[in-house]
């Protein structure tokens, strides 16, 4: 039942907000992943930045999406967790807690064949300012050396529905897909190679920007 609940949900609502209402305009589309696992990492300025990421893929893909988000936010009542859990397919992670238990539930994600959407700055920024993504996908990226590594850069989300704002308003949005990324061998080991793939992710999302004449980092 809720797989079905999932398809209308996305069929009916998500896919119509985001293609009809904001207007939607995807580069670079034939670089998303046609199956699991991956690692989709995207900047974060909105709470529809998950919506938007998730209707890039077909319907059939649903049950594979799986998004990262904070279990104090999404859990403040019994129906916001079932829907982040259920519709969404959330994987919550406790910001308090420690970091082992965030990479290990997304680990089991990644094994289990599913995409897994992350945003490394963090919580929603300024609304469209960059911020440099935080290391934690780089130790994700070196335990899971042939998972690729896929970033996504939105615009026009942080004016569509800032995280001060509850109202959505119709503002167009980009979306720039890059290549794949994987862990390289030849840079070092541990802190090192992980430092290597953090500044070559880095500079991709620049190049994201770039293209679309938006920002770079703050």
Not at 2 to 9: E, G, P
Not at 143 to 172: E, Q, R, S
Request: hydrophobic content about 45%; aromatic content about 12%; overall charge neutral.
């Amino acid at each position: 039942m809720t797989a079905l609940l999932r398809r209308l949900f996305f069929a009916c609502i998500a896919r119509p907000l985001v293609i009809i209402f904001f207007g939607l305009n995807i580069r670079h589309a034939q670089r998303l992943p046609k199956t699991g696992p991956a690692l989709i990492v995207a900047n974060h300025n909105s709470h529809l930045d998950t919506l938007v990421l998730m209707a890039l893929f077909p319907l059939r893909m649903l049950k594979d999406l799986r998004p990262v988000a904070a279990a104090d936010y999404f859990q403040r009542s019994k129906f916001l967790a079932w829907f982040s859990r259920h519709i969404i397919g959330v994987i919550f992670i406790d910001r308090e807690g420690t970091s082992r238990a965030t990479f290990t539930a997304i680990g089991e994600a990644l094994e289990a064949g599913q995409l897994v959407i992350v945003y490394p700055e963090g919580s929603r920024g300024e609304p469209e300012t960059l911020a440099e993504f935080k290391s934690g996908v780089s130790y994700l990226a070196q335990k899971h050396p042939d998972v690729p590594v896929i970033p996504i850069f939105l615009h026009g989300l942080g004016k569509a529905l800032p995280k001060t704002d509850w109202l959505p308003v119709p503002f167009f949005i980009d979306v720039f897909v890059g290549e794949s990324h994987y862990i390289d061998p030849e840079t070092g080991r541990g802190k090192a190679q992980r430092h290597a793939f953090m500044q070559t992710l880095n500079e991709s999302m620049q190049a994201l920007a770039s293209e679309g004449h938006f920002p770079a980092w703050e």
